[in-house]
């Protein structure tokens, strides 16, 4: 047998070169067509006949070919190079399929190249291919996918979040349940993945900055919920709450800058106090997401008056967001913001909660575009148990160029260093079309 399949792998090698060499009705090329399918006859004649690549040799069943010479390297090679971990062909393998699979195996290796669809393109039907499984791919693929899923949640947020203030400036009340609604699919994801939810807050905004901020915030109040373990149903009462914290600004007109930062707080509570439900929190989060708890900020308020938690988380969740989002020019890296909400805890922010958000975040944000040692550029994507080795989305390569495909590393097994954070503002590109 294995003097068959030698035969047959001699065959489909010389007649690879001869497309390579000849045009289609050369008779060189003809040649080589009936020589592959006469080899293809014998191997076939008992029924379908398998060649499989295993760990870089070449198998005809469970037996190694050990054939000399070019044609069986070139043969395995091709078939490695292009993913296909076997063929089998099946009795009736004719001169039309010798066409297509050797054309097939002539195809320019890359990622995106599927042989089975080439073959099938070709009217192949004497030979099967099937395709080495690439774990790394498949995972890819798969996050992927969900990272779809995420961004189309994102997208449900802000257009159900633009109905609430188109609803609201056309002087109707308001009207939350839709955005309540899809409160609990965030906290799942959230207590799945905290890292795929913290990427969404890196969106940006087009235009509509307010929608966003009242999302982006939304992530980060329950980002510091979910770290100070709160229940679900607490989580989705404290996510409504930062959805809706700055509501009482669109009774505000665009001229009216001044009472619309000291009066929104109150505005709010005012159109909240007016919604259907039982859950008091948006109402105080709205009325209380400007206070300080060393007594600085506004409402003006008693020495005595402490905010509640909900209200000193959304603080913190809408001040990193104003400074990363920073309307006035560049916002802070994320690193930098960091700094300065910890500069603010004790004072305006509350420290405990400060402590958590920032755990959470982690030295090196998801979001954040960073430097390694050997000048490669990427997106962190992941933070890992060491806060100084993230996992990142490799995007440039150590000499600047733009990888083909991103590479995932893990800096916890890599030698290399993060050296710097670098602006997304200098490398014109946002961190979501990237993670
Ligand atoms: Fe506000
Ligand atoms: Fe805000």
Known sequence: MTAQANDLVAALAAARKATQFYPGEHPRFVEAVDALV??????????????????????????VLT????????????????????????????AE????????????????????????????TGVQVSRVVDGNAEERKERDRERERDKALYRRFVSTMRRVSEGMRQGGG????????????????LLESPSAVLALATIRSK????????????????????????????????????????????????????????????????????????????????FEHHMGVDGSGW?????????????????????????????????LTPDRAVARILSESGTALDPVFTRLFVRALGVFPVGCWVRLSDHAVGVVRDNGADPLRPKVRLIYDARGLELHEPAEIDLAGDTREIVEVVDELQLAEAAADRL
């Open 38 to 63: 006469a080899e293809a006859g014998m191997c076939t004649a008992e029924g379908p006949f398998t060649l499989n690549v295993h760990e870089g040799r070449l198998y005809c069943g469970s037996e």
């Open 67 to 94: 054939g000399e010479g070019p044609s069986l390297s070139s043969v395995l090679e091709s078939m490695e190079a292009r993913k296909v971990e076997s063929f089998t062909f099946l009795p009736g393998f004719s």
């Open 97 to 124: 399929d010798a066409r297509g699979l050797t054309e097939a195996l002539n195809l320019r290796p890359s990622p995106e190249l599927d042989v089975e669809a080439e073959l099938a393109a070709r009217g192949v």
């Open 174 to 189: 308001v009207d939350v349940s839709e955005a309540s609604g899809l409160v609990p699919e965030i906290v799942s994801r």
């Open 207 to 286: 235009g509509e900055e307010d929608l966003f901020h009242a999302i982006n915030v939304m992530i980060y109040a329950m980002t510091v919920g979910s770290a100070l373990e709160l229940p679900e149903e607490g989580l989705a009462s404290l996510g409504v709450s930062a959805l809706v914290h700055d509501i009482g600004k669109a009774v505000f007109d665009a001229d009216q800058a001044d009472a619309m930062r000291l009066h929104h707080p109150q505005a709010g509570a005012d159109i909240l106090a007016r919604m259907p439900g039982d859950d008091r929190a948006p109402m105080l989060v709205a």
């Open 299 to 331: 409402p003006e308020r008693d020495a005595s008056y402490f905010p509640h938690p909900y209200s000193r988380m959304v603080a913190i969740a809408d001040r990193y967001e104003t400074l990363t989002k920073s309307r006035s020019g560049p916002g």
